[in-house]
């Protein structure tokens, strides 16, 4: 089970070694809008956590999703759901 502020830390992991974002991220960080993400970035993000957290993360989860606090939040009720 994770609670959202590791699934953060995990989040800004991504975005530095997979995404290669130079930038800090803030769970107020829109994914499209502030972190440019395209939908290969936001695919690269998601794997990356569904495979560190050992969840499912669906393309109806992702319309609910805008910032990294909601990708965060979404994944912490993922792993509490599983466990």
């Keep these: 089970m994770a609670d959202e ?15 290669e974002l130079e930038r800090p991220v803030y769970p107020s960080d829109d994914l499209l809008a502030d972190l440019g993400l395209d939908s290969l970035g936001l695919t690269v ?6 495979n560190r957290y050992r969840v499912k993360l669906s393309q109806e989860d992702a319309l609910g999703i805008r910032t990294v606090a909601d990708l965060a939040a979404l994944v912490a009720r993922r792993t509490e759901a599983s466990a």
Excluded: D, K, N, P
């Design 5 to 19: 502020a590791q699934v953060l830390e995990t989040i800004r992991a991504i975005a530095r070694a997979e995404l």
């Design 45 to 50: 993000l998601a794997v990356g956590l569904e």
